[in-house]
C-alpha cells in the first residue's frame, strides 16, 4: 500500500496527497479525497471500490488546489500510465478530462510556438512536427495562432478518439464506450508539455504520446499493447498487404504476358 508521511505538529494539518486542510485527525480521512489516516501517523490510500476509484485531476480536490493536482496527475501520467488509467474505470467526467487536455495540449503547443519563432529555419524545418497546425509553412499571425489553440487541441485530440475507436471497433478490441477512448486521448496530451523542451521536445513529445494511448487502449479496452498498436496501424497493414498482392499480380501478368509473347514472336517474324 502506498503510504506518505504528514507532519502532525502542526495545528493545521496538509493532506499530502491533495493538498487540503485539515483541522485535526478526528474524522480518520481527508474531507476532500477521502484518504484514510492510519495510527502509526501516515497517509494510506482508501479501499480499492469501484466508487473511490477515479483520477485525482477529477476528485473535488482539483477544485481547491488546481495547479497542485495538475502536476500530480501529469507526474502519474509520465511515470506510471498503466496506474494512472486503471482509474477511467467508473465516473465519465468528460468535462474535466477536456479541460486537462486543453490545459497540457495549450502549454506544449504554446511552447512550441515560441520555440519556432527563437530557433533558426534549419533546426526548426529538421525537428517540427508535419502535422502540427501551429507550425506548418502557412501559419496564422502568433495572435490569431494562440487564440484558437484550444479549438486545434478539441478537434485534434476528438479526430484521434474517433479514428482510435473506430480502429478498434474494425478489429473487435473495443471493451468499453467511445467515452473512455476519448478520456484516453485526452489524458494523452500530457506528452504534449515535452514541447517545453528545445529541439527534440516535439519528436519526444510525440513518442511519449503514442505510448500513453497505447497503454490507455490497453488497460482500459484489456488487451495487449501489441494489439493496441496493431488497431492503430491496422490501416498502415491493410495498404501494405494491398501493395504486395498488387506486385504479385504484376509479376504473375508479366510472367504471363512473356510467355504468350514468345509463343507468338514465331508467327511475326
Not at 495510527?39 to 494510506?44: A, G, H, K, V
Amino acid at each position: 500500500m502506498n503510504r506518505r508521511k504528514i507532519n502532525k505538529n502542526e495545528e493545521t494539518m496538509i493532506c499530502s496527497k491533495c493538498g487540503n486542510s485539515l483541522d485535526s485527525f478526528s474524522t480518520l480521512n481527508c474531507s476532500s479525497c477521502g484518504n484514510f489516516y492510519s495510527d502509526n501517523n501516515t497517509l494510506s490510500l482508501p479501499p480499492s471500490s469501484p466508487e473511490s476509484i477515479q483520477p485525482l485531476w477529477e476528485s473535488p480536490a482539483a477544485k481547491n488546489y488546481p495547479l497542485t493536482v495538475f502536476f500530480l496527475t501529469v507526474k502519474e501520467l509520465f511515470s506510471a500510465p498503466e496506474r494512472f488509467f486503471n482509474t477511467l474505470q467508473v465516473k465519465k467526467n468528460m468535462s474535466s478530462a477536456w479541460l486537462f487536455a486543453l490545459v497540457a495540449g495549450s502549454i506544449g503547443y504554446t511552447a512550441a510556438f515560441l520555440w519556432s519563432l527563437v530557433l533558426p529555419d534549419s533546426i526548426n524545418s529538421l525537428f517540427a512536427s508535419k502535422n502540427n497546425g501551429l507550425l506548418g509553412g502557412n501559419e496564422p499571425s502568433p495572435a490569431f495562432t494562440l487564440m484558437f489553440t484550444p479549438v486545434y487541441i478539441s478537434i485534434e485530440f476528438f479526430i484521434i478518439a474517433l479514428y482510435t475507436h473506430f480502429m478498434l471497433l474494425i478489429t473487435r478490441k473495443s471493451k468499453n464506450a467511445f467515452y473512455q477512448t476519448i478520456k484516453i486521448t485526452a489524458y494523452s496530451q500530457s506528452a504534449m508539455l515535452l514541447n517545453v523542451v528545445p529541439f527534440f521536445g516535439q519528436f519526444l513529445a510525440s513518442v511519449l504520446f503514442i505510448w500513453q494511448l497505447i497503454t490507455g487502449i490497453s488497460v482500459v479496452h484489456h488487451t495487449t499493447r501489441i494489439k493496441a498498436f496493431t488497431a492503430l496501424i491496422f490501416p498502415l497493414i491493410v495498404l501494405a498487404l494491398l501493395f504486395v498482392t498488387v506486385l504479385l499480380l504484376l509479376a504473375f501478368l508479366g510472367v504471363a504476358l512473356s510467355g504468350v509473347f514468345t509463343d507468338i514472336l514465331p508467327f511475326l517474324q
